[in-house]
């Protein structure tokens, strides 16, 4: 269950004036469809279908037991905007929000091919729209940066960081923006199921389509021609022609006992011309290579829940770990199997990895969500090598090939206004930034040639701040509304080692 801070405040008065009223009324009495609509609908939806936080429904909890669903209500849960409700619910709301959150809903959700159908809009038909851009700059060198405080995205120019465009997205994004590969338009992804289809030379949207109802993400195929969008509600990868964003297939996400798993993630395999997806509730991976007649599914056995993954730049391996697990698996994927245990420590946010050449070797290092901690991965012997402290933990991390720096972000606790600057051939923090005193640092990306890196002030009335890469000095600072992230056409496109893919 997650809600924004900022109504916490309300919540606390309209909870104490409830209690008020609620007093001497027997515990049975307690009204878990009221407690619901008051604290959580806000985030997670009138008829608990989700919006920026996930569907609270029995078939999306099932790996949520009732304690454990307690404790998250009661402390809040890390690495999200979900806060702790145990100064402002007794035990007995709490449990009876518990109850309601895993009964049967009234009406049961549903999203089929039919609805898919109805919401899908063209609004420019492919090859209608000049091939020109309608501004100067060097396509290669744009940023999209996704602007969470008002739901809208700007354009920037990478060498003169003047904004070109601003433009309304959808409500609530969430990951990293996907381009063509020619970089020409870029796909949206809003938590609501909606992928908007954008066309950066002519500054238009040219297509949309809803394609479920609670979504995590998109990957683009290496050719460009397919986009496949992985969902929570209903349980589905959906794969759509990137043309028009038709939809190609729907794949139901079951195993062979007919139960239902929520995709946690779907990335793109270019090497292997495949998409790899991770499921939430089943202890497999799911392959589906896109260059084959036939769109048939590999599910590859893993030894536990994947919440969280990343590859290596050859994409012969996955690294994989479940949120509560403190060891990372490694898949082989030629083999279809698992080939090794990482010992890592607290929650590792593999999803942020990046890596880069060390001592003749490639190393990976991966950001921390509980642990004040950098582990930094020899990907050889699959041995971590390094921990690197930190501040507190961290959400992002960034580098360019170009950059001798790594940047990481202490996005979580009372110092979530620094940003580290780790020298990656010493593997020591050098340097530590504190651009805004008290406002959150995050998020950092590089220009295609990695001599700027372009960071965060993740607040509504935030920024974004260009950093010369060498000396480490502000070099702009642009007003933005919570920019939450920044991606580079030529390092998206080239799926560069030090950025997210
Ligand atoms: Fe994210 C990317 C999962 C919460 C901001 N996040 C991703 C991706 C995954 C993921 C799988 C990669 C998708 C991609 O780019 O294709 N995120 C999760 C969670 O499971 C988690 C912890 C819980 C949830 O609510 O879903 C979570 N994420 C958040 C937030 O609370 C953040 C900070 C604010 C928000 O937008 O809701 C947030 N996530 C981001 C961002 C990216 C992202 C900015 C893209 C990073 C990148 O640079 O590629």
């Not at 806060?83 to 895993?102: G, H, R």
């Not at 109805?118 to 290669?140: I, R």
């Not at 079951?254 to 495949?274: F, Q």
């Not at 050098?430 to 990695?450: C, M, Q, S, Y």
């Amino acid at each position: 269950m997650i809600v924004k801070v900022r109504r916490c405040v309300l919540n606390v008065v309209i909870s104490l004036v409830l209690s008020a009223l609620s007093f001497g009324v027997s515990s049975e009495q307690t009204d878990s469809k009221a407690l619901y609509k008051t604290h959580c609908s806000e985030c997670h939806g009138a008829t608990r279908t989700g919006m920026m936080g996930p569907a609270l429904l029995p078939e999306n909890l099932s790996r949520l037991r009732k304690n454990k669903a307690i404790t998250v209500i009661k402390n809040g849960r890390t690495a999200t905007q979900m806060p702790a409700f145990k100064d402002i619910l007794n035990d007995q709301e709490i449990s009876s929000i518990t109850e309601y959150i895993k009964s049967k809903p009234e009406v049961q959700p549903s999203w089929v091919k039919s609805d898919i159908d109805k919401s899908h809009s063209v609004y420019h038909a492919n090859g209608t729209l000049p091939d020109k851009p309608k501004f100067e700059a060097d396509l290669q060198n744009l940023f999209i940066v996704v602007e969470l405080g008002d739901h809208s995205a700007t354009l920037l120019n990478g060498d003169t960081f003047e904004p070109i465009h601003r433009l309304k997205t959808r409500f609530a994004l969430h990951g990293g923006p996907k381009y063509s590969p020619d970089g020409r338009y870029v796909y949206f992804t809003s938590r609501d199921g909606w992928i908007s289809k954008y066309d950066i030379y002519n500054l238009e949207f040219v297509a949309e389509v809803r394609v479920a109802i609670n979504t995590r993400n998109l990957a683009i195929s290496k050719d460009g021609k397919y986009a496949m969008v992985a969902n929570y509600l209903p349980q589905t990868l959906v794969l759509l022609d990137t043309e028009n964003l038709k939809p190609v297939k729907i794949f139901d996400v079951k195993n062979d006992n007919g139960e239902t798993s929520r995709v946690a993630a779907v990335y793109t395999a270019p090497p292997r011309n495949s998409f790899i997806a991770a499921l939430k509730d089943f202890k497999e991976v799911w392959e589906i290579p896109y260059d084959q007649a036939e769109l048939k599914v590999r599910k590859i056995p893993v030894d536990d829940y994947l919440d969280d993954f990343f590859f290596d730049q050859s994409y012969k391996h996955l690294i994989g770990a479940s949120r509560d697990s403190k060891d990372g698996q490694v898949i082989d994927l030629e083999l279809g199997k698992k080939i090794k245990t990482i010992d890592l420590a607290g929650m590792p946010h593999l999803g942020s990895g990046i890596t880069w050449e060390y001592k003749g070797k490639t190393v990976m290092a991966t950001p921390n969500l509980k642990d004040g901690q950098v582990s930094v991965i020899d990907m050889t012997t699959w041995e971590v090598i390094k921990r690197i402290e930190t501040k507190g933990p961290g959400f992002f991390m960034r580098s360019h090939k170009n950059s001798k720096y790594a940047f990481v972000d202490v996005f979580f606790g009372p110092n979530k206004d620094l940003m580290h600057a780790i020298d990656k051939e010493t593997l020591e923090i050098v340097e530590t930034l504190k651009p805004i005193p008290g406002k959150t640092a995050a998020h950092i990306e590089f220009t295609k040639d990695g001599s700027h890196a372009l960071m965060s002030i993740w607040e509504n009335d935030g920024a974004l701040i260009v950093y010369d890469a060498k000396t480490l000095k502000e070099v702009k600072r642009l007003p933005m509304k919570k920019p939450s992230g920044k991606y580079n056409v030529h390092n998206k496109t080239n799926y560069a080692s030090g950025t997210s893919h």
